[in-house]
């Protein structure tokens, strides 16, 4: 098994990060400069009902990326989500993320995955929506119970 050093690991997550940087640019290359109001970073409050009755409540930030890219974190777990966003109408739009999940020891567990329906609000500075969010083990079938969410988003600027 070859072994990763430093340097060619820190050298790869660049060559990501730069890929990635560069996405929105390459997205919009093909002549369509129209913006949609959800594509930007977002500082949001997840609300909900887990299966046991808890009552969920958490932050988070997502961005969404011209051309679909999707990327979330979440106060709740140490681990981010990444995805796909797709506009519905002029203000509406759907993503779907995956988290991986792990072990207390750090072994895989499976994987969460949420799907948002949302609206971006008239101002363009935040937004509203709800979602459904399932886990499931390492072969991909359903674990317990679906957990629906509601979810207030505001825009995250520079000042």
Known sequence: MERLDRKRLLAGAGVGAAGLLAAPAV?????????????????????????????????????????????????ITPAPSYGAWKARSRRRFRARFRRFRFTAAGAPAGFEEGVLNARVDADGDSFRGQGLIQGYDQGGAAVGTAVEVRLEATRFTVD
Request: proline share 4%; charged share 20%.
């Open 27 to 75: 997205a919009g290359a093909g002549g369509d400069d129209r913006r949609h109001p959800a594509e930007g970073t977002w500082l949001a409050h997840v609300t909900g009902t887990l299966p046991d009755g808890t009552q969920l409540d958490a932050f988070g930030m997502g961005v969404y990326l011209r051309g679909g890219v999707a990327l979330e974190i979440a106060s």
